[in-house]
């Protein structure tokens, strides 16, 4: 099992920045993949953004440029700093791990005001 624990949600406004934390905890597999993803109200959860245990990384193409997600391998930490905020990117952010089974974390809240 592996335990996730995000932090860094909280409300912004437009065109500030925000760093979402997230330590994993438990059994981690050294071959894994952690990311983040976000959902609105009334609409679907979706992928904002992942990266490997080797560094590779993936992003969705209406935060890329403004979001960048990082790890510290050691703390078994990923990051996701986000820049220029918008309004639409208002969302629960869930973390993830991502070994044989696929874990999540129970969300943070952004809010993004214009």
């Known amino acids: 099992q592996v335990q996730l624990v995000e932090s860094g949600g909280g409300l912004v406004q437009a065109g500030r920045s925000l760093r979402l934390s997230c330590a994993a905890s438990?059994?981690?597999?050294?071959?894994?993949?952690m990311g983040w993803y976000r959902q609105a109200p009334g609409k679907q959860r979706e992928l904002v953004a992942t990266?490997?245990?080797?560094?590779?990384?993936n992003y969705a193409s209406s935060v890329r440029g403004r979001f960048t997600i990082s790890r510290d391998s050691s703390k078994n930490t990923v990051y996701l700093q986000m820049n220029s905020l918008k309004p639409e990117d208002t969302a629960v952010y869930f973390c993830?791990?991502?070994?044989?089974?696929?874990?999540w974390g129970q969300g943070t809240q952004v809010t993004v005001s214009s």
């Open positions: 990266i490997s245990s080797r560094g590779s990384t």
């Open positions: 438990g059994s981690i597999f050294s071959l894994n993949v």
């Open positions: 993830t791990y991502t070994d044989f089974d696929t874990y």
